[in-house]
Nanobody, 122 residues
Framework: QVRLVESGGGLVQAGGSLRLSCAGAASGNIFSINTMGWYRQAPGKQRELVAQILGTSTTDYADSVKGRFTISRDNAKLTMYLQMNSLKTEDTAVYYC??????????????WGQGTQVTVSS
């Protein structure tokens, strides 16, 4: 079981910056963390991948945020960050932290945080 708690969302003007944090706590039979990532969901739209870390260091970004957002993790802890710069109104959404783990039964499991609202005003 992995519990995830996001923080750092809020209201910011276009062009501004925010830093999201995701603090995780693992219990039970977690064998490994395969991916950690951030997704977002805007009103009336599907949830979409924003950025993820594959393994411990390989990063992947949505085209819409490349060059503006940076994902990072603390490998000593189950903690992840999303630095968001040059924010645009279209970045407004609820941002969710996601973890995919491999558990001791050799199956992959997906865990989600409760989400944090990011609102970018013009």
């Amino acid at each position: 079981q992995v519990r995830l708690v996001e923080s750092g969302g809020g209201l910011v003007q276009a062009g501004g910056s925010l830093r999201l944090s995701c603090a995780g706590a693992a219990s039970g039979n977690i064998f490994s963390i395969n991916t950690m990532g951030w997704y977002r969901q805007a009103p009336g739209k599907q949830r979409e991948l924003v950025a993820q870390i594959l393994g411990t260091s390989t990063t992947d970004y949505a085209d819409s945020v490349k060059g503006r957002f940076t994902i990072s993790r603390d490998n000593a802890k189950l903690t992840m960050y999303l630095q968001m710069n040059s924010l645009k109104t279209e970045d407004t959404a609820v941002y969710y932290c996601h973890v995919r783990s491999m558990n001791s039964d050799y199956k992959q499991y997906d865990y989600w945080g409760q989400g944090t609202q990011v609102t970018v005003s013009s």
